[in-house]
C-alpha cells in the first residue's frame, strides 16, 4: 500500500505557514486567526489518517463465455481498518467492458466485509485475464492518499461467436469410420443411392419390390455408406487488414469457430493450422475434447511479425491427413500463404480458399495517384484468383456482412461444375 | 462564495478598495481558473490572494480587533474545501449516497471548528497582556514548531 501526499496538504500548509508569517511581520492577530483553521485541520486530519489494510477474494462465473454474452464478477472486500472512502477499479483488459458501474466508491468500517458484483460483457473473443484490481483509499479530509494493486486475475475464455449453417461443404473423398457425409462409393448404409439385379449374398431386406415386380427379377437397393470426413481449417496469419478496432483475423477466427463446431457436430473430425509467424497446429480428431482444443488454440491466433520463409512442409505430416479436405481463410495478403496453399493444392489435397476480403479495411485514397495505385491492386488480387481457379481451386471473396454460407455455396457451385484432375 | 468573501472588505473599508478590487479580483479569477482547468496551485494561488486582501485591509485599518475575523475564518476554510472537492476525480457511480452527505457535514464541522479556533486566538488577542521581543520571540518559535509538526505528520513514505 503506497502513501502520498495530495496537493491539497501542500496548499493547507502553505497557506497556514503564509497567514502566520503575514500575523507577525504585519502585527496583525487576525491573520493568525485566519491561519489557525488550515494548521488546525491539517494537524487533525493527519493524526486521523490511518494506513487501510484491506484484502478480497474474486470469483468469476462461468470462465468460458461466447462474444456478446456477459460474466458475473463477484468480489469480496476486507478491510481491518476504517476507511473513510475508498474508490474499487476493476482494470479489464481490451475487449471487456463493465456493464455495471467501474469504478465503484465505498465506506468501510473497521472488520468489514462487503461483497460486490460486476457484470463484464465479452465484446471480442479472445483469452483474458480480468482480476486486477485497483485501490484508491482517502483519509476524512482527502489530506492523504492510498494505492494498492491486488493481482487476483482469473482467466477468461471468450469464444467467438458462430453462424448458423443450413449446408456444409462436402469433402471429396471421405474416410473409412462413420459419419454424416455421403461418399461416392457404395456400401451399408441408409441413403438411397442405386439400383442392380439380385446377386447371391444379398439380404432378403434389400430387395426393392416395386422394382422386382416391374422387372420381373429380384432387383435390390444399394446405398450410400455413412462415412466420416477429415477437415483441416488453415488459418493465414501472416498478415492482416485492420480498420476501426476489426480486421480480416476476426472474421477468420469467426469462421474458422463456425466450421469447426459444424463439421464437428457431423462427427467429421476437425485439424486446425495457424500458418503464419508462429506455426500452431492441432491434428484432426472428433468429439468434445477436440472441439475446445481447437476453439482454445483459435483463441491465441495472433498475427506475428516474421519476415522468415516458412512452406507446409515444416508441419508435420499427421496435420494434413490425405484425402482431407482443407479450408483456407485467407486475406491473399502475404505471398508465403499464398505459395503454401498452391503448394498444397500441387499435393493433391482437396482445397477451397475463403477469401476474407481486405479490401473494405482499405479504402481507395482521395488523390488520382492513390484511386491508381487501388485500382490496380484490385486487379493483381484478381489476376491472383485466377491463378488459383486455372488450378481447379475454388477461391471464394467473403466480406463483412455477407453471411459465411453465402461463401459456402459459391465454394459447392464452382465444385459441382469443375472436375478434380490429377496428372 | 469566493465572490463574498471577495467582496466584503470592500464594503467594510473604501479607501484602498483598487487595491483591495485587484486582490479580490484576481483571487477570484484564479479559483475560477483553476476549477474549470482543474489546476490545484491555482486553487492555492486564488486563497492566498484572498487571504492577502484581508491582509492589506487589516493592515491600512484600525488597530482595533476585527471582531468578524472568526467568520471570515470559516468562510475561508469552506471556499478551500469545496473548491478542492470540486477538483477531486470523479467517480461514475456511487456505491453509498450517504458518503456525500457525511463528506459534506465533516467539511462543515470542520470549517464551525475553525471559527471556533479563530475566535479563541481573536480573544486570546485580545487579553491585556503585553507584548515585547521576548513574545514575538515566542510567537515566532511557536509557527515554526507548528509548521514542523505538520510536517512530520505528513512525511510521505512508500510501503
Redesign the interface.
Known sequence: ?????T????????????????A?V?G?????????????????G??LAE?PRLSAVLELEPERQVQGEAVELELELRSETRVS?L?VLLDLPEGLVAET???????LHAGERRD?QHLIRCERWGAHLVGELVLRAHD?????VFEQTLDLRRPLKVYPRGEVLQKLLRPLETQAFAGNQLPRTKGEGIEFADLRPFVPGDRVRRVNWRATARRGAPWVNETHPERNADVVIFLDTFAEARRHGESTLDYAVHAAATLAVHYMREKDRVGLVAFGGVLNWLTASSGIGQLYRVLDSLLDAEIFLSYAWKGVDLLPVRTLPPQSLVLALTPLLDERSVRALLDLRARGFDLAVIEISPVPFAPPGTQELDDLAHRLWLLRRDALRSRYLRLGVPVVEWREGAPLQAALEEVRTFRRHARVTRA | MAAGVAVSPLARDSHDWALLLLLGGGGVLALGVGLAARWGAALAFGVGLLGAEQAVRLARGPAELDPWTPLYACAFLLVAELAWWSLEQRVPAWAEWGLALRRLVTVLLACAGGCVTAALIVIAAGLPIQGGFGLELAGVAAATAALAVVAGVARTHVR
Open positions: 500500500m503506497t502513501r502520498a501526499a496537493p491539497k496538504l501542500g496548499a493547507y500548509a502553505g497557506l497556514a505557514g503564509a497567514g502566520l508569517l503575514a507577525l504585519l496583525r492577530p487576525e491573520l493568525a486567526a485566519l491561519a489557525a483553521p488550515f494548521a488546525t485541520l491539517l494537524v487533525v493527519l493524526s494506513t472512502r474508490e458501474p467501474n469504478p465503484q466508491l465505498l465506506r460486490l476524512p479530509f482527502g489530506l492523504l
